[in-house]
């Protein structure tokens, strides 16, 4: 390191406090991958996923996908593979079913039960 010796301890506790966040988001802990959200959504649905991810206007794909990117922390891509799109597919899907669920009380309804139903399992 090029400095004075102050410039380098503050370069330093900066490192090291970069670090300790680094460390720190990767303990959170992962909860259920996507085909356990799927299987929780085929339940509280009770009917198989094909009957619904490809059902027009349906929100349950995208509950399931939302689910599983913020609970699940899978990136977009791991996402997109799971349901056969590119990763900006996945943006767009994720952003509007959570607009969806700030405006229609009904898909807020499915997603607290989701949500539940998977705390439940764990």
């Known amino acids: 390191m090029l400095g004075g010796k102050a410039f380098a301890e503050r370069v330093l506790k ?4 970069v670090w300790r966040e680094v460390r720190g988001r990767r ?24 009957a619904f991810a490809v059902r027009h206007g349906d929100p349950g794909r995208d509950l399931v996908l939302l689910a599983a ?5 899978l990136t977009l891509r791991e996402l997109g593979e799971e349901v056969g799109l590119d990763y900006g597919s996945i943006s767009n899907a994720l952003y509007r079913v959570g607009r969806r669920i700030e405006r229609e009380s009904a898909i807020r309804r499915e997603w607290v039960r989701l949500l539940t139903c998977a705390d439940q399992e764990t």
């Open 14 to 17: 900066q490192l090291k406090e």
């Open 69 to 73: 990117r913020r609970l699940g922390r």
């Open 27 to 50: 303990a959170v802990r992962k909860r259920g991958n996507f085909d356990d959200w799927k299987r929780a959504m085929e339940g509280l649905r009770g009917e198989r996923w094909g």
